[in-house]
């Protein structure tokens, strides 16, 4: 599903923190988002989800206005957000429950994934059992099975150590073969970007304007080009 933002701009508590912000997300591509700590990422996500409204501009999916409207999106934040006192398999669930799935249901379907998503055998853990790896594949499968063709993702490993994050980003790189999505993710670190992207926006600090971009596809495989198009982005960034 084709995901477009179009000349967003909003300002939040008197602060000017987006400037006319347009980005393109096609079907079952994945778009990458960097930019400086505060210059408005998170916030376009919560645009993009319906949470807060824009002052400017539109969103539009497969050529809907969705501007201001929640329940279209699947939106994985910082934070895992498991329920502590629910195992594993519930706490995936709980997407499909509010669908109005039984629950019975809803377990088979959600069981259904474990495997591929590296959960199986962990069904009756407790988020507190559980690596921070492991708690966010759970997140991702519940963020999944909310809604599949447009997931937001924002900067879902940034708590992981360095070794976990790699293999995190490494394993989310690889499962979207079989689970194709269309996907936004929010990042600050410039490897994640190029490892995992189809595409890069690169923002620019408060308020954020897209200040460059990059189509990573023509570079993959590149080792020269990817360490030009990597100084490129640092630059843009200092």
Not at 111 to 140: I, K, T, V, W
Not at 146 to 158: G, K, R, T, W
Not at 223 to 233: D, Q, T, V
Request: hydrophobic share 40%; with cysteine; glycine share 6%.
């Amino acid at each position: 599903m084709e995901l477009e933002i179009q000349d967003i701009s909003k300002s939040l508590d008197r602060i000017y923190t987006l400037d006319k912000v347009s980005i393109q997300v096609k079907d079952q591509e994945f778009v990458a988002v960097l930019g400086p700590s505060g210059c408005g990422k998170s916030t376009l996500l919560n645009i993009v989800s319906g949470l807060i409204p824009p002052d400017q501009g539109r969103i539009l999916i497969g050529g809907e206005d969705w501007t201001g409207r929640t329940g279209r999106v699947s939106y994985m934040q910082q934070n895992d957000l498991l329920l502590p006192s629910r195992n594993i398999l519930d706490n995936v669930i709980v997407p499909l429950l509010l669908k109005g799935i039984k629950k019975n249901r809803a377990r088979d379907v959600a069981h259904s994934f474990f495997a591929d998503f590296g959960l199986e055998g962990f069904e009756g853990y407790y988020p507190d059992q559980l690596s921070g790896g492991m708690r966010q594949r759970a997140a991702l499968l519940r963020t999944y099975l909310f809604a599949s063709d447009i997931l937001l993702l924002d900067e879902p490993f940034v708590s992981l150590d360095a070794i976990t994050r790699r293999k995190m980003q490494l394993w989310l790189r690889d499962i979207r073969i079989n689970y194709p999505s269309s996907v936004l993710f929010v990042t600050h670190d410039i490897d994640e970007a190029l490892i995992l992207a189809d595409r890069v926006y690169v923002f620019s600090a408060r308020p954020a304007r897209v200040i460059y971009q990059l189509d990573v596809t023509a570079i993959r495989g590149d080792e020269h080009s990817y360490n030009s198009a990597k100084l490129e982005i640092l630059n843009k960034l200092m």
